[in-house]
T-cell receptor, first 114, second 115 residues
Framework: KAGVTQTPRYLIKTRGQQVTLSCSPI?????VSWYQQTPGQGLQFLFE???????NKGNFPGRFSGRQFSNSRSEMNVSTLELGDSALYLCASTPRRGRGNEQYFGPGTRLTVT | GNSVTQMEGPVTLSEEAFLTINCTYT??????LFWYVQYPGEGLQLLLKATKADDKGSNKGFEATYRKETTSFHLEKGSVQVSDSAVYFCALSDNAQGGSEKLVFGKGTKLTVNP
């Protein structure tokens, strides 16, 4: 079974632009979560989607948004990019919601804002 | 809120040495606990997990025991190999809080194993 795929793998944007990142979960997985990884803040939860609905959101400004499609694929969007948005953005999927679920991570999208 | 504290390292060991990476947590409920590993240029992989007190998770020679009394989940391996060089993350999820799949991570510990 194919793993979680994320596109693009690398992205360079200019401050003020917007960006859309894509995540395709493992086939059959319905929950998709997004995380931001930076050297300073570590791994931080952005949001989780299940059945096309946002179930939980981390402490990020409204510039960060996401959505999930009926095939469980997910996108996240960052508008008005800032230098501090440079990070590795990781997507994770899990087949269902519940205690002790393992999350399967993709390789990430490395976003650089100049 | 929930939080995870782990020793930050970096940790440098010789091959076949014993490894311990400390992890303690703060949670309002009864969280599930995880160790994830990240190899250079890759995403995270689950190493092991435990979902209730006194559970021991184990995989690839790594072990960790869920200690509720000390709120700890220390990672151990008896004999490390060069291939174990990676960054290790301790994490918790508290599904009791509205069924969220949110993981809360520690800062990560970089392990380097020399031949």
């Amino acid at each position: 079974k194919a793993g979680v795929t994320q596109t693009p793998r690398y992205l360079i944007k200019t401050r003020g632009q917007q960006v859309t990142l894509s995540c395709s979960p493992i086939s059959g997985h319905r929950s998709v979560s997004w995380y931001q990884q930076t050297p300073g803040q570590g791994l931080q939860f952005l949001f989780e989607y299940f059945s096309e609905t946002q179930r939980n959101k981390g402490n990020f400004p409204g510039r960060f948004s996401g959505r999930q499609f009926s095939n469980s694929r997910s996108e996240m969007n960052v508008s008005t990019l800032e230098l501090g948005d440079s990070a590795l953005y990781l997507c994770a999927s899990t087949p269902r919601r519940g205690r002790g679920n393992e999350q399967y991570f993709g390789p990430g999208t490395r976003l650089t804002v100049t | 809120g929930n939080s995870v504290t782990q020793m930050e390292g970096p940790v440098t060991l010789s091959e076949e040495a014993f490894l311990t990476i400390n992890c303690t947590y703060t949670a309002t409920g009864y969280p599930s606990l995880f160790w994830y590993v990240q190899y250079p240029g890759e995403g995270l992989q689950l190493l092991l997990k435990a979902t209730k007190a006194d559970d021991k998770g184990s995989n690839k020679g790594f072990e960790a025991t869920y200690r509720k009394e000390t709120t700890s989940f220390h990672l151990e391996k008896g004999s490390v190999q060069v291939s174990d060089s990676a960054v290790y993350f301790c994490a918790l999820s508290d599904n009791a809080q509205g069924g969220s799949e949110k993981l809360v991570f520690g800062k990560g510990t970089k392990l380097t194993v020399n031949p």
